[in-house]
């Protein structure tokens, strides 16, 4: 079976180059909302990548293992503190991951001190299973560079 790219609509099309996350690197997807979780699990797995959903940052806390090698996707308005909230857990924690941040009404004002290294971007909704990707390969690509913002 050979490696697939989802469209913006999320239908996979063949995708020559393969999967651009390295093995064992994991999209963590962290959204209260069921059908986007569930129509983002499916594009991002059709396009050959391995993805954990949580509901809640609380739910994914429980699961992440320190250590385990991935991007983060969550929604800025979780019920449980947020995106913010989360990311300032992992870094009182001491995990770095990159971070795109999804939202319905963008505030790129909020102040987001407090927050781990790594990449943190930006991303409006709604939008395209493309675009999360091209955002998902910018940030795993960023080393430890601290850029809020898109």
């Known amino acids: 079976m050979s490696p697939k790219r989802a469209t913006p609509t999320g239908a996979p099309q ?11 690197t994991t999209i963590f997807l962290v959204d209260e909302d069921d059908a986007v979780r569930d129509s983002l699990v499916l594009s991002l797995r059709a396009a050959g990548h391995a993805v954990a959903a949580f509901r809640s940052a609380r739910r994914f806390l429980e699961s992440y293992r320190q250590g385990d090698a991935g991007c983060l996707v969550v929604d800025m308005d979780l019920p449980d503190g947020g995106a913010f909230g989360l990311l300032r857990t992992l870094a009182v924690a001491q995990v ?22 790594g990449r943190i971007l930006f991303l409006d909704k709604p939008f395209g299973v493309d675009e999360l990707l091209r955002l998902i390969r910018t940030g795993m690509g960023a080393g430890s560079d601290s850029q809020p913002g898109s």
Request: charged share 20%.
């Open 14 to 24: 063949p995708n020559p180059e393969g999967p651009f996350l390295p093995d064992g």
């Open 96 to 117: 770095i991951l990159p971070a795109i941040i999804t939202c319905r009404r963008l505030r790129r004002n909020t102040p987001v001190g407090g927050l781990p290294g």
